[in-house]
């Protein structure tokens, strides 16, 4: 393998038993078990090594345990949408698909890309995130369980019912535990507080953005928001010019900001104005509100960044004088 630190990249592809490692020298690829003996091989073969990037794909949390050990042992790792690696293998004419050509696609991917390192998650950070996003499988099965009730024939009524009161009383618990991690935190409180003295924002937004979305206040407006994925993308070509359209982006955040941004629209005296004048220039609601969720978004970045508290003055370009 070369082990020029300049030139190295390495792909991993991740399965339940085993890993797939390449890189995007001509050697060829290796595997090593996926558990902690092997993951503990492969780091020592990859430390003198000095890779300038490791990259995988996110695989519902089968990469966790590789990621952590990669990150703790000060190796340069990134956790990559499975898409874009996909549509990358694509371009570059590879249809097939096994592990070791995934491992050496997501190498030539690292070496082309070079998606950016963000900071690991510590252990109460990952702890809140799988609560937020066990909060968030509960309501989607509350809301499936709801639904089957208003059609279901009256035999099966009272099942639905006893599952529905089991699985209410879960999102309680849960919830309890994500508002008592959030208190007992050194930081999250203050945060918390800040994000919620937003008209508009509460307990949803506020966990989904503390567990999901740690990079607010470290990136600028554009970042953040393509981070998100509420920045419009161009569609144009010649003389035609279409519609922006948002894209990507991490799904959970966009929802809860997305039900944030629509109660500011009535009660946030600045989000209501632009709101307002958005439609009053014709845009559709649907699209005003889009953009209501970038501005939300925007601000509670800055107010992160600087450490304050709402403050509507703070945006003097729009008119805030408009109550709830």
Known sequence: MNTNPSELFIGIDIC???????????????SVANDEAGIASLVDRLRPLKPKLIVMEATGGLE??????????NLPAVVVNPRQARDFAKALGKLAKTDA????????????????????KDEALQELTALVTRRHQLIAMLTAEKTRLKQAPRWICKDIKANIKSLEKRLLKIEAEISKSIKNTPGWKEKDDLLK?????????????????FELGELNRKEIATLVGVAPINRDSGNFRGRRMIWG????VRSALYMAALSASRCNPVIKSFYQRLIQ?????????????????????TMVKNNTHWDPKQFPDLDFNHGC
């Not at 982006?249 to 959970?252: D, F, S, T």
Request: proline content about 6%; some cysteine.
């Open 16 to 30: 339940k038993e085993q890993l797939d490692i390449a890189d995007t020298t001509p050697s060829a690829t290796w």
């Open 64 to 73: 966790t345990l590789l990621y952590s050990a990669l990150t703790t042992a």
């Open 101 to 120: 050509i995934d491992a050496r696609v997501l190498a030539h991917f690292g070496s082309a890309v070079k998606p950016a390192v963000r900071p690991m």
């Open 197 to 213: 003295s937003v008209p508009g924002v509460g307990d949803v937004l506020s966990m989904n953005l503390l567990s999901n979305l």
């Open 249 to 252: 982006g991490r799904a959970q």
């Open 281 to 301: 220039k014709g845009k559709k609601p649907k699209v005003a509100l889009t953009a209501c969720m970038r501005k939300l978004l925007v601000i509670l970045n």
